[in-house]
């Protein structure tokens, strides 16, 4: 199965995209993933892009659109992958079609406020990527609890450091936002007109976000 994770920053795509590939064996594919990878080894691409990622604002097109190409001409994506923060804008959607076509675009809804909260307080694993969430979620009066490590700042699966993002700084995640706004939002409408679209409660523990989400893999 090709699938798309759409849905603001800090709305769980990463998480539940790697839960999906446990359960299913699809892999999970990340442009933010990539783009840090360039930066962190301090590659050509990784200096031109850093600009852009510290602002919190997309890379350009040329550069995902080539990495992602590369990625998925992988052999482990011939029966299906995740789309991780890809595609970002129409201009993405229109190049990802000539390169393969997908069967399903989940839509992650989670309010603006729940939001924030969840990008401050996210913090990931530099050894093995596990995303935890330091803050506990109250929202009315039900309270989602935080995915906390069992000892503070180390990962429980491998035992590697646990980092807070630069751009999950509250300086750079409102321009984050914004730019989803802009630029990201009208890909809803773009695959609603398509039938490609399921909308996804996305407020929830990730245990009943994924339930929900797997319920429509299985209809
Ligand atoms: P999040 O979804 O939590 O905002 P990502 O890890 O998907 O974070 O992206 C982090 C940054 O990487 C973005 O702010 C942007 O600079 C860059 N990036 C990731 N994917 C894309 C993309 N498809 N197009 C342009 N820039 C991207
Ligand atoms: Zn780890």
Known sequence: MKIVFLGPPGAGKGTYASRLQDKFGWP???????????????????????????????????????????????????????????????????????????????????????????????????????????????????????????????CDKCGGELYQRDDDKPEVIEKRLIEYQNQTAPLIDYYKEKGLLKDVDGVGTVDEVLERIISILNT
């Open 28 to 154: 999970h594919i990340s442009t933010g993933d990539l783009v840090r990878e360039e930066i962190k080894n301090n590659t050509e691409i990784g200096k031109k892009i850093k600009p852009y990622y510290d602002e919190g604002k997309l890379v350009p097109d040329e550069i995902v659109i080539e990495m992602l190409k590369e990625r998925l001409s992988k052999d482990d994506c011939k029966n299906g992958f995740i789309l991780d923060g890809f595609p970002r804008n129409l201009n993405q959607a229109k190049e990802l079609e000539k390169i393969t076509g997908i069967d399903l675009v989940i839509n992650l809804v989670v309010p603006k406020d729940l939001i924030i909260k969840k990008l401050s307080g996210r913090r990931i694993c530099k050894k093995c990527g596990a995303i935890y969430n330091i803050n506990e979620i109250r929202i009315g009066d039900r309270v989602l609890p935080a995915l906390k490590p069992k000892v503070d700042g180390i």
